[in-house]
Structures are given as C-alpha cells and as structure tokens.
C-alpha cells in the first residue's frame, strides 16, 4: 500500500519559511520522481516543483529562487524548503509520486500553507 504523509504546514507570516516534508512508503523511492502541488479553492491543482529520480528539479514561475525541492533516498522522503512566503502562496499543499511506469501516480493528502499577518 503506498503512503505519502506531508508535513510541516502551517501558519507563517509574509517573509517568513517553513519545510515541508513528505514520506514515502510502500514505493521504490528512488525510481520515483516526486513532486510539491498545490490548490486553492476554485481553482486546479498547479505545479510548484518537481525532482527527479536524478535529482533534476523544475520549479513553478512564481516560486523560482525562493522555493526549494530535495530528496534523501535513504529516508524515502522529499523536502520542499519554502522562504520569502507570500499570501499568494497561501494554499493546500499536495506531495506527488511519480514511478516510471506511467499507469500510476500517487498523492499525499495534501497539508495547509496559510500565509498571512
């Protein structure tokens, strides 16, 4: 059975960080590539940034040299280090597992990101 549990959301302040992180179990982790979603209501599920199994990452526009995607293989976990937060970043944030064999594609449950004074 595969899990990814997130964590480390919460409530920041406009210039202020947090870490998200996410375990993965019941996958080989390190054939997966692994990816930070995020939404809000009313709007589609978007991109943040990505990893992959190389360690090549891609990041959303907006979050470009403030946001930060790693893996540590060996804990079967991915970190998105997020810093500079702004309100627009304020969303729901999603951990994605995404193995080589394209039939399949796993989500976390998602962990809150508020950010606001």
């Known amino acids: 059975q595969v899990q990814l549990v997130e964590s480390g959301g919460g409530l920041v302040q406009p210039g202020g960080s947090l870490r998200l992180s996410c375990a993965a179990s019941?996958?080989?982790?390190?054939?997966?590539?692994m990816g930070w979603y995020r939404q809000v209501p009313g709007k589609q599920r978007e991109l943040v940034a990505a990893i992959t199994s190389d360690g090549i990452t891609n990041y959303a526009d907006s979050v470009k040299g403030r946001f930060t995607i790693s893996r540590d293989n060996p804990k079967n976990t991915v970190y998105l280090q997020m810093n500079s937060l702004k309100p627009e970043d304020t969303a729901v944030y999603y951990c994605?597992?995404?193995?080589?064999?394209?039939?399949?594609?796993?989500w976390g449950e998602g962990t809150q990101v508020t950010v606001s004074s």
């Open positions: 994605n597992a995404r193995p080589p064999n394209p039939m399949y594609n796993y």
């Open positions: 019941g996958i080989i982790f390190s054939f997966n590539a």
